[in-house]
């Protein structure tokens, strides 16, 4: 470093500029290499496997043959997206998509921050814990075999069928229904993730201050009260930066269990963006057709997660 | 010094890296490559195995080894587990020395797999499809440089199936594409028997009860579906039948019902003039008909979401009256698997019409329907793999795939090949399909001649013969032959049909379960024609065309 040419005019260049960027990031590499060095899977598993495929999106504007390969298929500007606007499902696709998501953000979201704040409420640590497996437990089971139970029990010699004649009153075939199928689709994801979906909720409870509590009591607050002003205000951050993360997956509704619970009679209500990409792109393998709808779905959730993040810097609890 | 040590590092540590991620890159293609093909130890053992293969043929010899994809059959999968544990395999294996890697895409998955395959570009050497389904026809495929055209390999590497094409000018016919490509060595099926194998199945017993005759006509149908309704013909007391399940891939399959209207709810030819079902005036009868039959509670509530498992509960449980099947997997299975209730027995009646002695439309499918070995263009000894395959077509190896093998699966009575015991009545109580697969491909399909005589024994049940005679009297006269359609055709009217036909299933589901009033049948149609469907006929009246010209 010291063999610097000096210059003949200006002022002396005694050394590197100590605050310049370069010259830190230098120096920190050369202390903590190893550091570094463990970083670099990391960023090659971003690159070869997230970065690297995106460079496949260009077929959303070509017409990808598969023997002309990427590179060399020929270039159609927007006429795949074109042609999703203008189809006959597009309305429905979009209609679906966004209600399936608006149900799960109204119901289910709010559905594990109450059962968390009920859960808190418990004096009975055995009852507690209980309460809590019981709910957990079917976030382990596969997708396949939740929905495999589903039909089972909504079959119209099923459980709940069962049930209901039991009382008196008409089976219906609750899959066979365009009408259910939202219902089905909503309850079942509480039923499926609720419990999961407490914990995070119930940490965050344990690690606000006693004290609060303490002083709220000597305020004259009952149990509701510090609900209402200790509890809620205090994972506040936690629900804002999870609802943030949803809204950032607004448009992906879980194309799996519809593709398993779907059948003609419910598209109606239940075919949404995802599973329409699945028969247009895996079974029609029309590769660009979908590329294009699944960019389009990208680009809406990519604008809704910057939307609400700059909502939320209201609150002070944004993401970045 | 510091500097150094961290370059070295750093370098190794990103060289491993690289490495590590090309191995995992690669791996899945470069599995293929082998030296060609002379001189290697299989040539020798094939020469000796087929002393009557012509001249042009003897320079080449079967191949070490080959990568075989194709879909796992369910009469497979319960017992094996994969196509090389096959008796017909295992025997072709020993006599040409090739050794095959068979790669079997998940079940219910085939056609995502397939898909991906060909998108990919990494394909096995030989791929068995049925390829009417493949997203863009053979011509293009052959064009994109995903498999090869096999006429010349044919001609010179195959004298078997050359034989037989020859012979056949039929066969010819329909394995050659509009553009003179034949792309695949074909499963055909040797005789008119074979080509009809689905149709209705009612209960004999339930029949019997109530002294009703077997239906021939709509109304038939109907009076009969009414008295499984009320007549409590399983005796339990209980108003628990189901007179008749509907399934709307069945009647794609078979035409049920709506060929006694003369049409089907897909395409078809009346004289030479393509038609698309639903857009027919028939179809608002056909479908106000069954609508009632809803209504009525003829037909299965739950018939939308009813699947395999549970139509074979509904059938074992003495609820279904009435349903469509095959003969084999379902009227020999469900009689079998009802043995303890020997009143219970099934019968294939004939198909309806609309009066007595009218048109009725049946399940019939021509010789060749695509189903059939392709070459894939990477494969590196296309002459070898064709002469492997060609073995099939021989005169041993159509024994070996349609009986399996002499004095264990067959024996020869006065020049008839005679299934063994071991195959129809299985010492481990294996039920006859899956004693088959244990031993040959003749019940489902492959690159090869189906024989009669396999039928002619599969079908061990009077009630099975019976209805297969029954479903062949149907007329078969609008069926489509095996059409290729041209790049350009596939590629624009796929997307119509897609919406044409997510559309179509909806509303017929809609239509029958009263979801939609039967005088929206006229917009129904209309939207058809909004989506394109005029397109979509008249690339296959193109390809009609062409077929018929064909020499």
Redesign the interface.
């Known amino acids: 470093m010291s063999l610097m040419p000096r210059r003949k005019s200006g002022p002396p260049v005694t050394g590197v500029d100590k605050n310049a960027f370069s010259y830190r990031a230098f120096r920190d590499l050369?202390l903590n290499?190893y550091i570094y060095?463990m970083l670099?899977?990391v960023i090659?598993y971003y690159v070869?496997f997230l970065y690297g495929p995106m460079y496949g999106l260009q077929i959303a504007f070509k017409d990808y043959?598969?023997?002309?390969?990427m590179w060399n298929s020929p270039w159609v500007g927007f006429k795949h997206f074109e042609?999703f606007f203008e189809?006959?499902?597009f309305w429905r696709l979009l209609r679906n998509t966004v209600l399936l998501s608006l149900y799960e953000l109204v119901f289910a979201f709010p559905a594990s921050i109450i059962l968390a704040l009920l859960l808190n409420e418990l004096r009975s640590n055995r009852f507690k814990r209980t309460v809590q497996t019981v709910t957990y437990m079917p976030h382990f089971i596969s997708i396949v075999v939740i929905s495999g139970m589903l039909?089972d029990f909504l079959?119209?010699d099923g459980l709940i069928n069962n049930v209901i004649a039991m009382f008196g009153f008409e089976r219906t075939?609750f899959?066979?229904?365009?009408g259910w199928f939202r219902s089905i689709y909503i309850s079942s994801n509480i039923w499926q993730s609720v419990g999961w979906g407490s914990i995070i909720y119930l940490s965050a409870m344990s690690s606000i201050d006693p004290s609060l509590y303490e002083a709220a009591r000597v305020d004259g607050a009952n149990r509701w009260k510090q609900t209402l002003h200790v509890t809620i205000p205090g994972i506040m951050p936690t629900i804002v930066i999870l609802l943030i993360l949803q809204i950032g997956s607004f448009m992906t509704v879980g194309t799996e269990k519809i593709l398993l619970l779907y059948?003609?009679?419910?598209?109606?209500t239940a075919?949404v963006i995802g599973t329409f990409l699945y028969?247009?792109g895996?079974?029609?393998?029309?590769?660009s057709?979908s590329a294009a709808v699944g960019l389009f779905n990208s680009v809406i959730n990519f604008a809704l997660l910057v939307l609400a993040n700059a909502a939320s810097k209201k609150s002070g609890n944004n993401l970045w | 010094m510091?500097?150094n040590n961290?370059k070295t590092?750093?370098r190794t540590?990103?060289g491993i890296?690289i490495t590590a991620?090309l191995v995992v890159g690669c791996n899945t293609s470069s599995t293929a490559p082998e030296e060609p093909a002379d001189g290697n130890a299989g040539t020798g053992a094939a020469e000796q195995t087929n002393e009557k293969a012509p001249e042009a043929a003897e320079e080449v010899g079967y191949p070490d080894e080959i990568t075989y994809w194709v879909q796992l059959n369910a009469n497979v999968a319960a017992t094996m587990k994969d196509y090389g544990e096959i008796a017909a395999y295992k025997k072709v294996a020993e006599l040409t020395g090739t050794k095959v890697t068979f790669q079997h895409p998940p079940v219910g998955q085939e056609?995502?797999q397939f898909?991906?395959m060909?998108?990919?570009?990494e394909l096995p050497d030989v791929i068995e499809y049925p390829w009417a389904a493949a997203?863009?026809g053979a011509d293009s495929l052959i064009?994109?440089?995903?498999i090869l055209r096999l006429n010349e390999l044919i001609a010179e590497h195959a004298p078997n199936l050359t034989k037989i094409l020859d012979e056949n000018p039929d066969y010819r016919k329909m394995v050659t594409t509009d553009e003179g490509n034949i792309y695949v060595m074909p499963f055909i099926m040797g005789d008119p028997s074979l080509s009809v194998v689905h149709g209705p199945i009612v209960r004999e017993d339930w029949l019997k009860k109530l002294g009703l005759e077997q239906p021939t006509t709509i109304a038939e149908w109907e009076a009969m579906l009414t008295a499984f309704r009320d007549g409590d013909p399983n005796g339990n007391g209980q108003k628990d039948e189901i007179p008749f399940l509907f399934n709307?891939n069945d009647i794609d399959l078979d035409h049920l019902f709506v060929g006694a209207w003369g049409i089907t709810q897909d395409f078809y030819q009346e004289n030479g003039t393509v038609k698309y079902g639903p857009i027919q005036p028939e179809f608002k009868e056909y479908l106000a008909t069954l609508a009632k039959w809803y209504k009525d509670g003829l037909i299965d509530?739950?018939?939308?979401?009813t699947d395999g498992k549970?139509k074979d509960a509904k059938v074992t449980g003495n609820q279904l009256g009435a349903f469509t099947g095959y003969p084999g997997s379902s009227i020999g299975r469900y009689i079998d698997l009802m043995k303890e209730n020997p009143e219970f027995s099934l019968v294939g009646p004939v198909y309806p019409a609309l009066e007595e002695g009218g048109y009725a439309m049946g399940n019939y499918s021509y010789p060749f329907s695509g189903i059939g070995a392709a070459v894939s263009a990477t494969a590196d000894n296309p002459e070898q793999i064709v002469k492997w395959l060609d073995y099939k077509y021989s005169e041993e190896g159509h024994f070996l795939f349609n009986f399996g093998i002499e004095g264990e699966s067959y024996t020869m009575v006065d020049g008839y090949p005679t299934y063994t015991d071991v195959i129809l009545k299985n010492p481990d109580g294996l039920p006859i399909t899956q004693a088959m697969a244990k031993y040959f491909t003749a019940n489902w399909s492959g690159p090869f001649i189906q024989d009669k005589r396999y039928m002619e024994q599969y079908y061990q049940l009077d009630q099975q013969k019976q209805a297969n005679q029954n479903w062949s009297q149907a007329d078969h006269s609008k069926h489509l032959p095996p059409l290729t359609l041209t790049a350009d055709e596939s590629s624009k009217t796929?997307?119509i049909m897609?919406?044409v036909k997510?559309?179509r299933?909806?509303m017929?589901?809609?239509f029958i379960?009263g979801?939609e009033p039967i005088d929206n049948f006229d917009k129904f149609v209309s939207?058809i024609e909004?989506?394109g469907i005029q397109e979509a006929i008249a690339a296959r009246q193109a390809a009609l065309e062409r077929y018929n010209a064909r020499k």
């Open positions: 050369k290499k060095v670099v899977p090659a070869v043959s598969a023997g002309a390969g042609s189809s006959y499902y039909v079959s119209r075939a899959l066979g229904e365009a059948n003609p009679t419910t598209y109606e075919d028969r247009k895996i079974l029609e393998a029309d590769y057709y | 510091g500097m961290w590092l750093s540590s990103v890296m991620l056609k995502d898909n991906l060909i998108a990919s570009g997203p863009k064009k994109e440089g995903r709307i509530p739950d018939f939308a979401t549970l796929a997307s897609n919406d997510t559309y299933d909806e017929i589901n809609r379960m979801a939207t909004n989506m």
